[in-house]
């Protein structure tokens, strides 16, 4: 019989079985947890079920709770469960579409007008948990395409219906049946509905049938579910603290941006918010002039043509937009790669020019439908913390320990210490050779070792055009955000035919190393802002000092002082208006300023400030201008 190779826990277990047999009974057969800590397995073609057959697969990635993907697998079994209770309370409903999603999972649901309310939540989640509980497991079921749509057919159910003709001929139809509960779905599922032990319904919403308004609207019924009473105790905690950090309230309240109808989708950013930005930005800018960058710009509208050459017009232009120039298609840029290898290629270069580290600040837009909008972390205009490095094969191993060791001094700068990285590997439909592939993924794993760092294996989660390291953080709510990228290519510069000359006086292809750290500088801010719950540090802050007068007697003092912090380099607002004193330091503690300079008769005859410092929640008096100048100056000193 074949060998195949499980990872569990860091730690491989080899066993032979046969192809038909059940992931479930090899696991049994070794003595592991199947379908109590372990939930499923990954492999190059995706996400299998225990109830899934070995099928020739020799290496499997065995997923627990922790795991992004055994999450996954949980709550899509959980919206079934919620189907099944909702069908129990409303049993005319129709059922559309029930998927997982990153907290939690939804069910959108025709309830004919006469749907759950709020009231309802409670005996939702208890009927949820008595299904769950018995426990209910989940069976496959490949059903012929005729006999499918003449079951829903029977149910009147239009919407199903039309998920299954839509389907390719050759795709099997499959259903899932649980207790008594049987739906259309592909799975992956559960072993069976007995790991669940706790879960919450969150809201509803409104949803249109495919996302589009001329379709019926439906109910969208969000939910959570976790594998213990604690895990969701915490979660809820979480949510309250996560509602009182939401950077959508800290936005408006700290005056850095808004959201308008007549830009939906596109932030506006206010004075305040650039100062941030810029700050942001060019901080990073010079670490990157450090490590060697250099900065580009490339146009935001190209023509159409070169996408079909990248291929983004292929795989992703239902998410771009398109204009016509001089009655020649264009696109709105929703990558700036392209633009990248167009700059590369207006010098011959050697491969004493290599590496060659090229950043952009680019602007990008993207179509987003209105559903998925989420303040700044999901937007349609935002700008990259971009760059492409252009290597030898040769040169790799060494760039990517560059970056890893950027990347540690980016996070920590912004106290992101606990951090997960994956190491993602050749998926089923690679391009390039095997060789190559080899090598790249050879030069990834031996500069995550080289610098120390534990990872695991994403097998099969690679690009197509190539493996890729990711790096996700935790912030002080120990949320998880996927926040740097490193990616090798290998497609790119053979598509636009980029080369360098070797020591062979050869032309040679170079590889192309993507990668991001920020992300984009609009979701890290929003990122920045729940993580610090809007307290930034100093350097960061849009007003790092605001001055505060004790009445108009004081103005043309303050102003002075105002000017002198102004042109020293402070980030300084005055207070001219006529509000009492404690009026005044309220509204500056709500826009969370780090330094309050107060100045009255006694430090307009000194010449010195009183100081509140909100950091460090002191108070000091009589401290002399210049004093107060540079001890600012120096608190506001970028990290390293």
Known sequence: MPRITLIWQGQPYEVEASPETPLYEVLKSLGLPAGTTILAAKTPAGIHELAAPVNGHTQLRLLSWDDPEGKYVFWHSSAHILAEALESFWPHCKLTIGPPIEQGFYYDVDFGGNGPSPEDFEKIEKKFMELAAQPEYFRRKVVPREEALAYYEKRQNPYKQEIIRELPPEEPITFYESGGFVDLCRGPHLWDSGVIKAVKVLSLAGAYWRGDSRNPQLTRVYAISFPSQEELSAYLHQLEEAARRDHRLLGKQLDLFSFHEEGPGFPFWHPKGMRLRHALQEWLRQKLYRYGYEEIQTPIILTQKLWEQSGHYENYRQNMYFTQIDEAPYAVKPMNCPGSTIVYRTHPRSYRDLPLRLFEYGLVHRHELSGVLTGLFRV???????????????????????LLRLVDEVY????????????????????????????????????LQAAGLPYQINPGDGAFYGPKIDILVRDSLRRRWQLGTIQLDFSMPRRFGLTYIGPDNQPHTPVMIHRAILGSFERFIGILLEHTAGELPLWLAPTQVKILPISDKFLSYAESVYERAYQAGLRVELDRSNEKLNKKILLAEQAKIPLLWIVGAKEAENQTVAIRDRRERTQRSDIPVSQAIQEALSAAAPPN
């Open 380 to 402: 349609r205009a935002f700008t990259q913390d971009d760059a492409h490095i252009y290597c030898t094969p040769e040169q790799i191993q060494p760039e990517i320990q560059t």
């Open 412 to 447: 920590s700068a912004f106290g992101f210490t606990e951090r997960e990285i994956y190491l993602s590997t050749r998926p089923e439909n690679y391009i390039g050779s095997l060789e190559l592939w080899n090598e790249a993924e050879t030069a990834l794993e031996k500069a």
